[in-house]
């Protein structure tokens, strides 16, 4: 059974930083795509970050570009979210994502939740004013 299990979020001022770290298990995911989105409250699920197989090959959105920073351990099947000069508009729930590799998929795709089949529970992430 796959499970990804996302930990590191919290209470933090704005300005501060957060580590949100997501462990895969029951499968490897070193040769997908795995990203994280997030959901503010009364708000739909809108896409952060996406890193490639490789780790070499990243997106972001414009809202936490030059902020955030996504990257992945293969050996640990464990993609990561730094996020640093937290705002409050940051506050929300971060989800981590992973494709499972049933198609291909262009760029643009991994900006969209269809491309990824395997999602974690979520973390809470609340940034203080």
């Known amino acids: 059974q796959v499970q990804l299990v996302e930990s590191g979020g919290g209470l933090v001022q704005a300005g501060g930083s957060l580590r949100l770290s997501c462990a895969a298990s029951g499968r490897t995911f070193s040769s997908y795509a795995m990203g994280w989105f997030r959901q503010a409250p009364g708000k739909e699920r809108e896409f952060v970050a996406t890193i490639r197989w490789s780790g070499t090959i990243v997106y972001y959105a414009d809202s936490v570009k030059g902020r955030f920073t996504i990257s992945r351990d293969n050996a640990k099947n464990t993609v990561y979210l730094q996020m640093n000069s937290l705002k409050p508009e940051d506050t929300a729930v971060y989800y981590c994502?992973?494709?499972?590799?049933?198609?291909?998929?262009?760029?643009?795709?991994?900006?969209?939740?269809?491309?990824?089949?395997?999602w974690g529970q979520g973390t809470q992430v609340t940034v203080s004013s």
């Open positions: 994502a992973a494709e499972d590799g049933a198609r291909r998929y262009s760029s643009s795709d991994y900006y969209t939740q269809g491309a990824y089949a395997y």
